[in-house]
């Protein structure tokens, strides 16, 4: 068997340039932040889209299906190519693939200004999918990289704390990106009209310019010219491989990763269908136009960013099981008022405290949840998966605030599945670990379909009964964690 990660770990701090690993950890960190913001900004994208073009849900949602769909294109073209030549990251190295993904993610920001101009849904579906191929590869390397990057036994930890910062990206984008989309850019420039020549407005009055989504991601490509820049000048850790680099589709033959490429698209699929109907549902439920149900998505993406903070300290080697919760007892007090002053800053009218607190209850379970996961990846994975499937069923049987509250706190619950199944599905896999990579973010998939499955019933059914189609997404993340994540090697 080839090379496992910790051999890896040990190469890097043998070449002399892996001692200290701060550094390349903060770099890599401000990817994950800017890939975690413009993800959620397809949250935006979506209501924004669904006025200007007068779409479906099933129409809305080709939104999220070209961009996830993107991750499973480039994604399979990155393992046909691994399995014909080898593995293509161990060839020209992490810094480079990081350095491609910068690149091609800067171009397709640039894309969107001709798709606002022409007023063509088809070249903002093409501007996403461009912009998926540069996440995929962004993926692919920086997520192995990470995990390791130090010992294998606290991996899970690394990417946990890196997944954090993505999860502040999520959550600071419902707030940031609505207030550029719905309000401040959409007063730049002539409004835009429908088919009839009305004025196209947002749920509270404002007319929405083309503005609103062009100068937004003009922005966006400026910042990841920049994290290209810093990346090049930076000297990050080099590991190398002592086995040769083979040309064949070695990383399928175990069974822990196979299903794990499941279980990513599951999870991708069950947090993106969620999240991408919320603002939606909330209108549809209590009547909160976009300004207002964007601050309450900042708490469903805030809660995935107070997790997995959490699971950074709970899968450490920290010392000492008081010390260890009152740490995250104070973690998770402080990233909820973080969350709240974010929200309360960006509010044109302010936000009463009163609003959020019943998500408090839910960061209570949250912390007990942990404890029940003492610490093991594949346990604290199952036992969340079966929290959200029981919060799921709660919002199918309830209506109002009680609904959308149980909605919104499945976030906290998300937050490790990422780490956690990624780390699971690649244990082990030595010199095939970047294929297996490759294959993992190939799953991504799951964020492209479930959405579309979701929104496609919610057009018969209503989007409250829709939710349902998750809750499969969740029974399977909780077998996962129960017996598929074990490693075996298929024959």
């Not at 993800?39 to 006025?51: A, E, G, Q, V, Y």
Request: proline letters at 3%; glycine letters at 10%.
């Amino acid at each position: 068997m080839g090379a496992s990660i910790s051999n890896v770990s040990n190469n890097v701090v043998a070449n002399g340039e892996g001692k200290s690993y701060g550094g390349a950890l903060v770099v890599l960190t401000s990817l994950f932040f800017m890939w975690g913001f413009i993800t959620c900004m397809n949250d935006i994208l979506i209501p924004f889209l669904k006025k200007v073009f007068e779409l479906g849900y099933f129409q809305a949602m080709l939104v999220q299906f070209s961009f996830f769909g993107a991750y499973f294109i480039g994604s399979l073209v990155y393992f046909l190519i691994s399995i014909k030549s080898g593995d293509p990251i161990s060839r020209i190295g992490y810094k480079n693939g990081l350095l491609l993904g910068l690149v091609i993610s800067a171009i397709a920001c640039l894309m969107f200004y001709p798709a606002a101009v022409l007023k063509i849904y088809g070249l903002f579906l093409t501007a996403l999918f461009v912009l998926g191929l540069g996440f995929t590869l962004l993926q692919i390397a920086a997520n192995p990289y990470v995990a390791i990057l130090g010992s294998p036994e606290t991996a899970s930890s690394r990417l946990n704390l890196s997944q954090a910062f993505n999860s502040f990206g999520t959550t600071i984008a419902p707030i940031i990106g609505g207030f550029l989309v719905f309000h401040y850019f959409a007063t730049w420039g002539e409004p835009l009209t429908n088919a009839i020549g009305e004025v196209i407005t947002t749920d509270g009055g404002m007319p929405i310019s083309a503005n609103g989504v062009k100068l937004p991601y003009l922005l966006f490509a400026a910042v990841f010219v920049v994290l290209a820049v810093i990346i090049k000048i930076t000297k990050l850790p080099r590991f190398t491989n002592e086995e040769e680099i083979s040309a064949d589709a070695g990383a399928l033959k175990y069974r822990h990763l196979v299903l794990g490429m499941i279980a990513i698209f599951m999870y991708v699929g069950g947090e993106v269908s969620i999240g991408s109907v919320l603002i939606i549902y909330m209108k549809e439920m209590v009547g909160y136009p976009e300004m207002e149900a964007k601050s309450f998505l900042a708490f469903y993406w805030g809660g995935a960013m107070i997790g997995r903070f959490l699971g950074a300290v709970s899968m450490s080697q920290m010392k000492g099981e008081l010390k260890k919760l009152l740490l995250m007892f104070g973690i998770s007090v402080a990233t909820f008022f973080v969350i709240y002053f974010a929200v309360y800053v960006e509010s044109t009218d302010g936000f009463a405290l009163e609003r959020v607190l019943p998500f408090v209850i839910f960061m209570v379970i949250n912390l007990i949840a942990f404890q029940f996961g003492k610490s093991m990846p594949a346990r604290t994975l199952m036992i969340f998966a079966i929290i959200v499937i029981a919060m799921l069923i709660t919002t199918l049987l309830t209506s109002g605030m009680v609904a959308i509250w149980v909605v919104l706190g499945i976030g906290l619950f998300n937050s490790i599945m990422w780490s956690n199944i990624f780390t699971l599905a690649i244990k082990d896999l030595g010199k095939y670990t970047s294929q297996g990579s490759s294959l993992l973010v190939m799953s991504i998939l799951g964020g492209a379909l479930i959405p579309l499955i979701q929104g496609g019933l919610a057009d018969v059914i209503g989007l409250h009964s829709s939710f349902f189609v998750p809750i499969f997404c969740y029974l399977y993340l909780a077998y996962y964690g129960w017996k598929g994540h074990e490693v075996k090697k298929l024959s």
